[in-house]
C-alpha cells in the first residue's frame, strides 16, 4: 500500500476514534498482534490510536505514552519508513530523559533501537554514537546498582544483548568479520553461562546465534555455519510466538545449502519463505527483500538470466518504494541486477544500473568515510572492492578500444570513461589522505583538550610501532593497545567538527582536472585493471572536450606486466643494459593517445601523471625511446602525482621560511661492544648533508644538522615543521607479502629508515633507532615544501589495489609533506650524494623551482654515470 492511501485511511480511522471507544491497553496490545504478525501497517494505526488515547487520558510525560511512540518507532522502521523511525525513537528519548532518572532501560532500549534504525539506513556514525550511548548507560546502571537495574535484571541484560548484536552488525557492515564473530561468541558463551538452563528459548539467543552464522559465511567458514544454522532451525521451530524466526530460519538455511552448492535445495527453501510471505504478512519488509535478492543472484549465477532479473526488479521496485530504504540491500541488489544484464547480453541495462550503482557507492564511502578510524577505513573500503573492480572490468568491455563481447554487434559507450576517471580519482588513495586533514584541522584549532588528546594519540601510536618491532610481542598487550588507539581516534574525528562535515570537501570531476591543463600539458591517470594483465591510462589534454581518451597497456601471452616484463626492466637497470623493450611496453602505448589528443605539430611538454600498481615501481624518466635514442628525462617533463585530482585541491604554498633539517651518517652502533652490524656506516651522507648545510647557510637559512648520534629517531619525531626535510641513511623495504586483511600498522611497518642506535636499540626507549613508515605518519610536517629521502628504496612499500601503495612515501606526505624525492631500489653512494648536492646547488643558485632543479640535476649526473641504475632510482613526486 503505498504511503498516501496509508495516511489517508489512517486520518480516517482516527476521525472515527470516540465512536471506537477502544481502551489503552486494548489497542496497544492489538497493535502488538499485528507487528508481530508482520502486520506492519495495521499495527501503526493501532499504535497511533493508542498513542492518542494515552495522551489524553495521562500526557505526553507517562509511561504509557512513551511506550506507545516506541512501538509506532518499531512498525515504521519495518516498514522501511527510515526518517519517520528516527524522528519518533528521538522524540521517545527525550520524553524518557525527563521522565525517568538516569540511567533508565527505557532510554537505553530507546537508543538502541534509534541506532539499529540509523545502521538500516547506513547512517553508521550516528548508529555507534547511541550504541555507545547506551552501552555507557548500562555500564552505569550495573556500576551503581540501580534500584532499576535490581528489580529488572533480565530487562537489563536483553538491552545489552541488544546492543552488542548491533556493534557486531556494524563490524560486519564495515566488513571488520572477525571482530563480528568475536563479538558474537562471546555473547553467545556469556548467554548461555546467564541461563545455563533455558538459554535456548530466549529470541536473544536465536538472534545471536543467526547473526553468527551469517558472519562465519562472510569468512567463509561453512563448517561452523552449517552447525549454527541447524540450531537456529530447531530453534525456530518450536517459537511459535514469533513467525518471523522461521522465515529467518528458512533464509540461513538456503544460505547454507548455497556455500555447498546444493542450489536446488536453496532455492526451494527460499520459494518456500517468498510463499509463505506472498500469502500472509512481512510483504515489503527487509526479510522479504533479502529472499528477493538471494534468490535473483543465485539464479544470476546459474544463468537463469530471466528469473534472476525478475526477482531483483522486484526487490528493487519494492525497496525504492519505501520511505527510506537499507542502502547496503539496494546497493547488493543494484549489483546482482548489473551483473544479471551483462551476463545475459544486455550491455544497455547493465550500463544504466552500473550508473545508479557507482553513485550509491561514492556517496556512501563520502557519507562514512568522515569518522572512521584509519583501521575501520580499511576494512570499510575493501568491502566495497568487488564493487569497484566489477565496474572497471565493465568499463573496459563497452569502451571499444578493444573487442571483448562476444558479439557482432557490441555495446558501445565511450563516455564511460567520464565515470570511470571520476570515480577512479574520488576513491583512490582513500585510507591515508584524511589523517592530514584530521591532524590539521585538531592542531589548528582552539580547543585545547583536542590538541592533548592528538598528543597522546600519537604516543600511543609510537608505542604500538615499538611493540610490533619487539622480540616477542604480546598478542594481549597489541590488541589493548590498538583498542586504546583506534578509542582515543574516534574521539577527535568526534571533537573535530570541521573534519566531520565530510571527508571530501568538493566532488571533483574530470573536466575539473582538465581545466587546469595548459598548453602542451597533459594528465595521465592509470588504472590496474582487476588481474592486472591490462592497465588503463585515462588521458587528458588541454584540448580534451567530450570525455577522457584510453589508452592500454597490454601483457601479451607469454609476458605478464607485473611479471616477466617487469623483470626484464629491473634487470636491465640493475646490470646497466640498454633496455628499449620498456619503453614500448609501459610508455609508447600512453604516448600514442597523448599525441591523438594534441594539436597537429604541438609538442608535449608536460605530464602530470598519477601511477597505479606496477607503475608506482617504475621510473618513467629512465625508459629509453629507440626511435629518439634518449631517456623519457630528455623527451617529456613527467611531473608524478599521487592522484590527478591534487590538480584541483592542492593548497595554496605557504610562505617560505628558509628552515631546513638535515639527518646524515647516523651511527648506527651506539654500544660498539654490540656484535649487532645489521646496518653499516654511510660515510659518504656525512659529506652529502655537510655540503648542503653549507650551501643553504651561505643563502641565510636556518640549518639544523643532525649527525653521528644526534642524528636519532627521537629528533627527528621532535623537528618542527619546516621547509625541508633531508634524511641520508639506510632504507628498507621488507617485501613480506602481507596478507591484504593486514592492519594498517603492519603494513607501513614494513618500511622505513635507519638512524641513530639502529643496531642495539635500547630496550627500555620508545625510539629504537627504525623511522618506520607507520611512525612518520605522526611527524610535523605542516609546512614541509619538501622531504629527501636519500636512501635505498625508501620508495617501495605494499601495493593494495585501490588503494595504491603502503610506505614511507606515503607516509610523508599524509604527514604534511607536500612533495617527496625517494628511491626505487638500492642506489650507488657516491653517485647519490652527486645528485642530491648537486640538486641544492642548482635549485639555489640558479632554479627556483624544485623539480626543474631535480631534473637537472639527474641530467648533469647522467654525464658522468650514464645508466639509469646510477641517476634514475630517485622520483620526485608531489605537487
Not at 465512536?19 to 499485528?34: C, F, P, R, V, Y
Not at 600519537?458 to 604500538?464: C, D, F, P, T, V
Not at 570541521?498 to 582536472?513: A, E, I, L, T, Y
Not at 621510473?619 to 631517456?631: A, D, I, M, V
Amino acid at each position: 500500500m503505498c504511503l498516501a492511501i496509508r495516511i489517508f485511511i489512517l486520518a480516517l480511522l482516527l476521525s472515527f476514534r470516540f465512536a471506537m471507544a477502544q481502551s489503552w491497553d486494548s489497542l496497544n496490545a492489538q497493535g502488538l498482534q499485528h507487528y508481530k504478525n508482520g502486520a506492519y501497517e495495521k499495527a501503526e494505526i493501532s499504535f497511533v490510536l493508542a498513542l492518542i488515547e494515552a495522551e489524553a487520558n495521562h500526557g505526553r510525560a507517562h509511561d504509557q505514552y512513551i511506550t506507545t511512540l516506541s512501538n509506532v518507532g518499531f512498525a515504521q522502521k519495518a516498514m522501511g519508513n527510515f526518517p519517520a523511525a528516527q524522528g519518533t525513537f528521538r522524540t521517545a528519548i527525550a520524553l524518557e530523559g525527563k521522565v525517568y532518572p538516569d540511567p533508565s532501560i527505557e532510554k537505553i532500549e530507546s537508543m538502541a533501537d534509534l541506532a539499529s534504525v540509523y545502521s538500516l539506513s547506513a547512517q553508521y556514525d550516528s548508529c555507534e554514537y547511541f550504541l555507545t550511548a547506551a552501552m555507557n548507560l548500562i555500564t552505569r546502571a550495573v556500576n551503581e546498582r540501580t534500584k532499576q537495574y535490581q528489580e529488572q535484571v533480565s530487562r537489563f541484560f536483553d538491552a545489552l544483548v541488544n546492543v552488542q548484536n548491533s556493534l557486531a552488525s556494524l563490524h560486519h557492515k564495515r566488513g571488520q568479520f572477525r571482530d563480528a564473530i568475536q563479538l558474537m561468541e562471546q555473547q553467545r558463551q556469556f548467554i548461555q553461562e546467564t541461563y545455563p538452563n533455558d538459554y535456548k528459548a530466549l529470541g536473544s539467543y536465536r538472534a545471536t546465534i543467526n547473526n553468527l552464522s551469517t558472519y562465519y559465511l562472510a569468512v567463509g567458514n561453512s563448517q561452523h555455519a552449517k552447525a549454527l544454522v541447524s540450531e537456529y532451525v530447531k530453534l525456530a521451530e518450536h517459537a511459535d510466538d514469533d513467525p518471523i524466526t522461521y522465515l529467518y530460519a528458512l533464509q540461513n538455511l538456503g544460505n547454507i545449502y548455497r556455500a555447498y552448492e546444493v542450489y536446488d535445495s536453496a532455492q526451494m527453501v527460499w520459494m518456500k519463505a517468498i510463499a509463505t510471505i506472498e500469502r500472509g504478512s512481512f510483504y515489503g519488509t527487509e526479510i522479504h527483500l533479502s529472499l528477493l535478492n538471494n534468490l535473483g543472484e543465485l539464479n544470476v549465477e546459474l544463468e537463469n538470466y530471466d528469473a534472476g532479473i525478475q526477482y531483483l526488479i522486484q526487490a528493487l521496485k519494492l525497496n525504492e518504494a519505501r520511505a527510506g530504504r537499507n542502502p547496503r540491500l539496494y546497493q547488493s541488489t543494484l549489483f546482482n541486477l548489473t551483473s544479471g544484464y551483462l551476463w545475459s547480453g544486455n550491455y544497455p541495462l547493465a550500463d544504466q544500473y552500473y550508473s545508479v550503482l557507482m553513485k550509491e557507492l561514492l556517496d556512501e564511502v563520502h557519507t562514512n568515510f568522515t569518522y572512521l578510524s584509519e583501521s575501520e577505513k580499511i576494512a570499510f573500503y575493501r568491502s566495497q572492492l568487488s564493487i569497484l573492480e566489477s565496474f572497471y572490468s565493465f568499463a573496459l568491455d563497452v569502451s571499444g578500444i578493444i573487442p571483448l563481447q562476444k558479439s557482432q554487434n557490441p555495446y558501445v559507450n565511450r563516455d564511460i570513461t567520464k565515470k570511470l576517471y571520476d570515480t577512479h580519482i574520488a576513491t583512490k588513495g582513500l585510507i591515508l589522505n584524511s589523517t592530514y586533514r584530521l591532524k590539521n584541522q585538531i592542531l589548528h584549532g582552539a580547543d585545547v583538550n583536542a590538541k592533548a588528546n592528538y598528543i597522546r594519540w600519537e604516543s600511543l601510536k609510537n608505542k604500538l610501532a615499538q611493540l610490533y618491532r619487539s622480540d616477542d610481542p604480546s598478542s594481549a598487550s597489541i590488541g589493548q593497545l590498538t583498542s586504546q588507539i583506534e578509542a582515543l581516534e574516534k574521539s577527535l574525528i568526534a571533537q573535530s567538527r570541521q573534519f566531520r562535515q565530510g571527508f571530501v570537501s568538493q566532488p571533483v570531476s574530470w573536466k575539473d582536472v582538465q581545466s587546469r591543463l595548459k598548453k602542451g600539458e597533459a594528465a595521465v591517470e592509470i588504472i590496474r585493471f582487476p588481474g592486472g594483465l591490462i592497465y588503463g591510462a585515462l588521458v587528458l589534454t588541454a584540448q580534451t572536450t567530450e570525455r577522457p581518451d584510453l589508452a592500454l597497456v597490454l601483457s601479451t601471452k607469454t609476458k605478464d606486466l607485473e611479471k616477466q616484463f617487469f623483470k626484464q626492466y629491473i634487470n636491465a637497470i640493475a646490470f646497466r643494459q640498454t633496455d628499449t623493450l620498456s619503453y614500448q611496453t609501459y610508455w609508447e602505448p600512453i604516448f600514442r593517445v597523448i599525441q591523438k589528443n594534441l594539436p597537429k605539430g604541438q609538442a608535449l611538454t608536460k605530464v602530470y601523471f598519477s601511477p597505479d600498481g606496477i607503475y608506482n615501481q617504475i621510473n618513467l624518466n629512465t625508459l629509453f625511446s629507440p626511435h629518439e635514442k634518449k631517456y623519457l628525462l630528455d623527451i617529456v617533463d613527467i611531473h608524478q602525482l599521487t592522484n590527478t585530482r591534487d590538480l584541483v585541491t592542492m593548497s595554496q604554498e605557504t610562505p617560505v621560511r628558509k628552515s631546513v633539517a638535515l639527518i646524515g651518517d647516523p651511527s648506527f652502533t651506539v654500544n660498539q661492544s654490540s656484535s649487532t652490524q645489521t646496518f653499516n656506516n654511510l660515510t659518504d651522507t656525512r659529506e652529502e648533508v655537510d655540503q648542503i648545510a653549507a650551501y643553504f647557510k651561505t643563502k641565510q637559512w636556518r640549518v639544523t644538522l643532525l649527525k653521528d648520534q644526534e642524528a636519532s629517531e627521537g629528533a627527528v619525531k621532535k623537528l618542527h615543521s619546516g621547509d625541508i626535510l633531508h634524511i641520508a641513511s639506510h632504507g628498507f623495504f621488507l617485501n613480506s607479502a602481507t596478507d591484504q586483511s593486514a592492519s594498517l600498522v603492519q603494513t607501513l611497518l614494513n618500511s622505513g629508515i635507519a638512524l641513530a642506535g639502529a643496531n642495539n636499540p635500547d630496550a627500555d626507549s620508545n625510539n629504537d633507532g627504525i623511522l618506520t613508515a607507520y611512525e612518520a605518519l605522526s611527524l610535523n610536517l605542516d609546512t614541509t615544501k619538501l622531504v629527501v629521502l636519500s636512501a635505498c628504496e625508501s620508495g617501495l612499500g605494499e601495493f593494495h589495489p585501490g588503494e595504491g601503495v603502503y610506505g614511507l612515501q606515503r607516509a610523508f606526505q599524509s604527514a604534511g609533506a607536500k612533495r617527496v624525492v625517494m628511491s626505487l631500489w638500492k642506489v650507488d653512494d657516491q653517485a647519490t650524494q652527486q645528485l642530491m648536492t648537486g640538486f641544492y646547488k642548482l635549485w639555489l643558485t640558479k632554479i627556483m623551482d624544485s623539480r626543474a632543479a631535480f631534473r637537472q640535476s639527474q641530467q648533469e649526473l647522467r654525464t658522468r654515470y650514464p645508466e639509469p641504475y646510477y641517476w634514475g632510482a630517485f622520483i620526485f613526486t608531489g605537487y
